[in-house]
């Protein structure tokens, strides 16, 4: 048996467990810049705020509503998901953490100790609550795709509070005819689309169809997600979750910039991020990819980018900043009201199958990094880092509604006053 454990509107909830005072309350956050609605509780769920929408166009809404407003606080959310998947990894023995607020567990040999699957996901239910107080829906498959469709039931159909099961053919057949083809994993909206040209609207309808044909029709992909609403596993943890072929770290600035510090400092902090989730995956990096660019909706639109080819593939950070230290200049127009920059690594190789240059020194310092990962892991986030990334902070993206760091920051910890 598989399950699928995820937080009920993750951001938005987070948002609320060390403020009792909104729990009650309509809460909305917003992305980078506060920009858009991200996530949406299920209180403000019922006011048919747009999720994704720009911010500007909801605000007068959100006010009449009285509505919660906050930036998207990633420190906090961050560690709140560390603690939640620490709980739910105790009910099972094998735990894949999929996102930031979606755990796949797996059960083998747990048919003697559960007896009443419905029993034990409200019990995960419970003491993740208890012990976190993050709402999570919990669904019960034996595959990982039906696992998902009954995790989508738990949490977006009526009549499951919060915890749904597929054991059994009724079951699985009263679900995935409330289903939508669009909701089954794998598929998506522009699936969808097609599919509903092939009058297969519902995902009944397509655990129906013939797996070989639906390969030949549209992927793989769509073969196996066939057979797995059938109960037929095909998807292992490699499957579910493969290394990235490129990595990218952009992102708009919170107030237009016109120095070349504050651009450059902005830029190597993206390197900063590529280098730890090359790291972290385990790969390397042939060519990297630098751009910076002003609005679309300036005068006159710039934008410059160059790629830049390592003589040997690299995952230090100390080595990409010396590359874009090297472009700086072919990137950077004085004048310019620069909105937005990045950095993205492309062509990118296994670290363990990574032959050395006979004739080229090393530049790596992989003990170095190492080290760079183990303390900012330890100690929290951008604790240690390049002295060129902490040279101007006028790039930051804007975050006005950005509530307490409650658990990563001294300032921020929860304070308790008794009256004696």
């Known amino acids: 048996m598989y399950a699928l454990v995820d937080a009920v509107a993750f951001y938005a909830s987070a948002e609320k467990v060390f403020d009792p005072a909104i729990r009650s309350k309509p809460v909305v956050v917003l992305t980078n810049n506060d920009g858009c609605v991200c996530a949406v509780c299920p209180i403000a769920r019922k006011l048919n705020i747009p999720k994704f929408g720009p911010y500007f166009k909801v605000k007068q809404l959100l006010e009449q509503n009285n509505v919660v407003v906050r930036s998207s606080n990633y420190e906090l959310y961050a560690n709140l998901s560390d603690r939640m998947m620490s709980v739910i990894g105790r009910f099972c023995d094998t735990q ?26 409200h019990l995960i239910r419970r003491t993740v609550w208890r012990e976190t107080k993050l709402p999570v829906g919990v669904g019960f498959g034996p595959t ?3 696992a998902k469709a009954a995790n989508h039931a738990a949490k977006k159909l009526t009549g499951f509070g919060g915890v749904a099961v597929i054991n059994d053919e009724a079951s699985r057949r009263a679900i995935l005819q409330r289903m939508d083809c669009q909701d089954v994993w794998g598929i998506g909206k522009r699936l969808a689309k097609k599919l509903k040209i092939m009058n297969i609207n519902t995902a009944w309808q397509l655990a129906q169809q013939n ?26 943890w490699d499957d579910v979750r493969q290394d990235k072929r490129e990595i990218y770290s952009t992102r708009s600035f919170g107030e237009r910039i016109y120095e070349p510090t504050a651009l450059k400092t902005a830029l190597i902090n993206h390197v900063t991020i590529v280098g730890k989730k090359l790291r972290a995956q385990k790969s390397l990096t042939k060519q990297l990819y630098i751009f910076a660019s002003s609005s679309s909706h300036e005068d006159v639109f710039y934008k410059k980018s160059y790629m830049y080819q390592f003589s040997m593939p690299t995952n230090d950070t100390c080595v990409m900043a010396n590359a874009v230290s090297e472009v700086f200049e072919k990137i950077y127009q004085p004048g310019v009201r620069f909105y937005k920059c990045g950095v993205g690594a492309l062509e990118l190789t296994a670290e363990q199958f990574q032959q050395s240059d006979l004739f080229a020194p090393q530049q790596d310092n992989p003990k170095l990094m190492g080290c760079l990962d183990a303390i900012n892991t330890r100690y929290g986030k951008g604790m240690l880092g390049l002295a060129s990334s902490k040279l101007n902070d006028r ?15 001294w300032r921020d910890i929860p304070k308790i006053k008794c009256d004696l």
């Open 96 to 121: 894949h953490i999929y996102s930031i607020d979606e755990s796949f567990l797996h059960f083998s040999g747990y048919e003697n100790v559960v007896k009443d699957w419905h029993t034990y996901g």
């Open 144 to 146: 990982p795709t039906l």
């Open 211 to 236: 797996p070989k044909t639906m390969r030949r029709a549209f992927s793989v992909v769509v073969e196996r997600t066939v057979s797995e609403l059938n109960g037929l596993v095909c998807l292992n």
């Open 395 to 409: 790039w930051h993206m804007n975050r006005d509604f950005l509530s307490p760091q409650y658990t990563t920051r």
